[in-house]
């Protein structure tokens, strides 16, 4: 298949390219500067150059490809409602040049602020009504009404590269500006978490199997406990580990303060009856807490 790929060239879009790649795909990348354009090249997939906001270069990928993968997103919390507008309109530029092709579109959303404290899982749907600046599921899934095999990948905090673990890399920088590493309270609110390789075997089980309208979890843990996130930062940073409460969440996290002390637990039990995708990786404290991984 011949497979459109944003962010092909990033975290978990290069593990991506390189799992579709293995297995007899032919990955056109979006790239957007010449750092991509290499990484892509070494990888062996065909560059295809615009961006997130080059909504003419995201029709011709779209158009000339036997499927889609939206892994690309804006990754600055400070302007969350900017990036996920250019995230919506980005996936329907892509998504109306596939209407009427039964062809497969996979958009990437998050585990997370569906229902906080309560267990995620796959038949649970995003409340419209939530407010939520990110609406790549929404605007995504609308195409399966639409004559498009349309499907949503929700990630948990995904890890397996030094430095980078989903939201949990925002917390080492935190801890190092501020000089400790902290968490609410009893630091007893679980995020789920997963490891690269076994996210890039979903998207890629999801793309040749996946059905339209539907929704997989890319979660290997469903719920670590964020003190002992935390404490791993202050052990790697060697900074002290506090607890603090949670009226002073905004000071200390700032834009990330909308995550910090959401209880996020998420299941892939239903993803992995359907997808017959089994999640083998190395688990989150174990990975984060190996000598060098968030001082390279």
Known sequence: MRVFVTGAAGFIGSETTKELIANGHQVVGLARSEENVRTLEILGGEVHRGSLQDLDSLRRGARDADGVIHLAFIHDFTRFAENGAIDKAAIEAMGDVLAGTNKPFIVTSGTGLIAPGVMITEDMRRDASAHVPRVSEQAGLA?????????????????????????????????????????????????????????????????????????????????????????????????????????????????????????????????????????????LIDDIGQPGYFTV
């Open 143 to 283: 195409y399966a009404s639409r004559g498009v095999r349309a499907m949503a990948i929700r990630l948990p905090q995904v890890h397996g590269a030094p430095g980078r673990a989903g939201l949990i890399s925002y917390l080492v920088e935190i801890a190092r500006q501020k000089g400790t590493a902290a968490y609410i309270g009893e630091g007893a609110e679980r995020w789920a978490a997963a490891h690269r390789p076994d996210v890039a075997r979903l998207y890629r089980l999801a793309l040749e199997k996946g059905v339209a309208d539907g929704i997989y979890h890319a979660v290997g843990e469903e719920g670590v406990p964020m003190r002992q996130i935390v404490e791993v930062i202050g052990r790697a940073l060697d900074v002290p580990t506090v607890s603090i409460k949670k009226e002073e969440a905004g000071d200390y996290y700032g834009p990330l303060a909308m995550f910090a002390g959401l209880d996020m637990p998420a299941s892939s039990t239903l993803t992995q009856q359907r997808l017959g995708w089994t999640p083998v990786g190395i688990g």
